[in-house]
């Protein structure tokens, strides 16, 4: 019952920014860890950055550490992804997942999280 839906993706050229937002309905997400995740074809589906229900702690992939934030807003029942110095090697699908837990994986891994958005598409390109 819990539905995540992603927005904010596009073509953006490198260097540019995108700011992602991942919405939810049926239940509050104050509960949950809650993570970003990318694929790319033909590649696996990777970790991005993950915060925990509080907000208070948050996890990065190396690959994108210093250049993307992660925030929630409790109020607007949102998780946003903030991607600054976009690289074409962040083209991907972007998918917002909730955790059945307070606190973030050690590993950040897909089976990790339970529930899941439909994804949306980021492409950097000249």
């Known amino acids: 019952q819990l539905q995540l839906v992603e927005s904010g993706g596009g073509l953006v050229q490198p260097g540019g920014s995108l700011r992602l937002s991942c919405a939810a309905s049926?239940?509050?997400?104050?509960?949950?860890?809650m993570g970003w995740f990318r694929q790319a074809p033909g590649k696996e589906r990777e970790g991005v950055s993950c915060?925990?229900?509080?907000?208070?702690?948050?996890n990065y992939a190396d690959s994108v550490k210093g250049r993307f934030t992660i925030s929630r807003d409790s109020a607007k029942n949102a998780v946003y992804l903030q991607m600054n110095s976009l690289k074409p090697e962040d083209t991907a699908v972007y998918y917002c997942?909730?955790?059945?837990?307070?606190?973030?994986?050690?590993?950040?891994?897909?089976?990790?999280?339970?529930?899941w958005g439909q994804g949306t598409q980021v492409t950097v390109s000249s």
């Open positions: 997942a909730a955790r059945g837990w307070s606190s973030c994986p050690l590993g950040m891994g897909p089976r990790d999280f339970g529930s």
């Open positions: 915060i925990n229900s509080s907000g208070g702690s948050t």
């Open positions: 049926g239940f509050t997400l104050d509960y949950y860890a």
